[in-house]
């Protein structure tokens, strides 16, 4: 069943205190990728074990995938059933009409980005179309993230090094993101100081110095995107500086699917793959969110809501 007006309202109203707790706290939602039902349960189960709230989000293929309202259904049924504090956030969403769908569909978080999907889009487009969005979330106070550029890599599993002369060209930086907050009027900037999509060979590295610049130069909350692969030191100091939301898809599907490679192997005999995922996958996933809550500093945070 959809959401009322007011069931929305309530509960974007709510995502956005308990935002702000995060800031003032220094903690930070993690938003884990959902993929199917089996990620929603890894997540729901590491919640549930260290009393954590947590953000799940899915980008434009899962909603095409799964559909928004069934995403909405299956993160409010096991809300209902477990008890635990989650929010959606609509990850990466590639046009003004795909993030005003999210936010009637009822999801707290609305993450437009508007330069993935077009790389070429100027400034003034992606400023437009972020402001665009930004209005039409006053409908329901869905809260609105974004950033002023394209943001390196992609949820996948990559061979090369990462080139980070080439990265540092991306980076934000304290004056491009007090412009952009100011002109687009967002909830949450998107901020690339060295975090990627996907994961690489090597660790990651935060430059954690330009967080701490840009977290001075506005006022808005700050989210990382590409967490994974990053060393848990980088996440601790991160949330100590300031950041509320970080992203994490990359190393949740390696941990999916290398569990599964490895039962599908030792059970060749087994027809029923979900109960091999209910019974390996699920914990292993699980453990990836566990040690990115306790990163994060969410850990007993959950509130009844
Ligand atoms: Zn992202």
Same mark, same amino acid.
């Not at 400023?127 to 665009?132: M, N, S, V």
């Given at each position: 069943?959809?959401?009322?007006?007011?069931?929305?309202?309530?509960?974007?109203?709510?995502?956005?205190?308990?935002?702000? $707790?995060?800031? =003032?706290?220094?903690?930070?939602?993690?938003?884990? =990728?959902?993929?199917?039902?089996?990620?929603? &349960?890894?997540?729901?189960?590491?919640?549930?074990?260290?009393?954590?709230?947590?953000?799940?989000?899915?980008?434009?293929?899962?909603?095409?995938?799964?559909?928004?309202?069934?995403?909405?259904? @299956?993160?409010?049924?096991?809300?209902?059933?477990? #008890?635990?504090?989650i929010?959606?956030?609509?990850?990466?969403?590639? *046009?003004?009409?795909?993030?005003?769908? #999210?936010?009637?569909?009822?999801?707290?978080?609305?993450?437009?980005?508007?330069?993935?999907?077009?790389?070429?889009?100027?400034?003034?487009?992606i400023?437009?179309?972020?402001?665009?969005v930004?209005?039409?979330?006053?409908?329901?106070?869905?809260?609105?993230?974004?950033?002023?550029?394209?943001?390196?890599?992609? *949820? *996948?599993?990559?061979?090369?090094?990462?080139?980070?002369?080439?990265?540092?060209?991306?980076?934000?930086? %304290?004056?491009?993101?007090?412009?952009?907050?100011?002109?687009?009027?967002?909830?949450?900037f998107?901020?690339?100081?060295?975090?990627?999509?996907?994961?690489?060979?090597? %660790?990651?590295?935060?430059? @954690?110095?330009?967080?701490?610049?840009?977290?001075?130069?506005?006022?808005?909350?700050?989210? !990382?995107?590409? #967490?994974? $692969?990053t060393? #848990?030191?980088?996440?601790?100091?991160?949330? &100590?500086?300031?950041?509320?939301?970080? =992203?994490?898809?990359?190393?949740?599907?390696?941990?999916?699917?290398?569990?599964?490679?490895?039962?599908?192997?030792?059970n %060749? $005999?087994?027809?029923?793959?979900?109960?091999?995922?209910?019974?390996?996958?699920?914990?292993?996933?699980?453990?990836?969110?566990?040690? &990115?809550? !306790?990163?994060?500093?969410?850990?007993?945070?959950?509130?009844?809501?």
């Open positions: 069943m959809p959401l009322t007006l007011p069931q929305i309202r309530r509960n974007c109203a709510i995502a956005r205190t308990r935002m702000q $707790d995060a800031r =003032n706290q220094r903690w930070a939602f993690g938003a884990f =990728n959902l993929d199917d039902e089996a990620t929603l &349960k890894a997540v729901t189960k590491a919640a549930l074990k260290l009393q954590a709230p947590v953000l799940v989000e899915v980008s434009q293929g899962e909603v095409d995938d799964i559909g928004l309202y069934n995403i909405r259904d @299956l993160v409010d049924n096991f809300k209902a059933e477990y #008890g635990i504090e929010y959606i956030n609509l990850d990466h969403s590639p *046009s003004v009409e795909a993030a005003k769908k #999210g936010i009637e569909a009822g999801f707290e978080f609305i993450h437009i980005d508007i330069s993935q999907a077009n790389h070429d889009a100027s400034d003034e487009e400023i437009r179309a972020t402001k665009e930004v209005d039409y979330a006053r409908l329901t106070g869905a809260s609105v993230e974004s950033e002023p550029h394209y943001f390196g890599g992609g *949820s *996948s599993l990559f061979k090369q090094d990462i080139d980070y002369e080439e990265i540092k060209k991306t980076f934000s930086t %304290p004056e491009s993101a007090k412009h952009f907050v100011t002109s687009t009027g967002i909830d949450t998107a901020a690339a100081v060295g975090n990627l999509h996907g994961k690489y060979p090597v %660790p990651k590295i935060l430059d @954690l110095d330009l967080l701490k610049s840009i977290r001075e130069a506005i006022n808005c909350n700050i989210s !990382l995107h590409g #967490g994974s $692969d060393p #848990g030191h980088y996440f601790r100091e991160a949330v &100590k500086i300031g950041v509320t939301k970080i =992203n994490i898809n990359s190393d949740m599907r390696f941990a999916y699917r290398r569990t599964l490679d490895k039962v599908l192997a030792e %060749p $005999d087994e027809i029923s793959v979900s109960k091999l995922i209910s019974k390996s996958v699920i914990d292993a996933v699980s453990a990836v969110v566990e040690s &990115k809550l !306790l990163d994060f500093n969410s850990a007993h945070r959950m509130i009844k809501i």
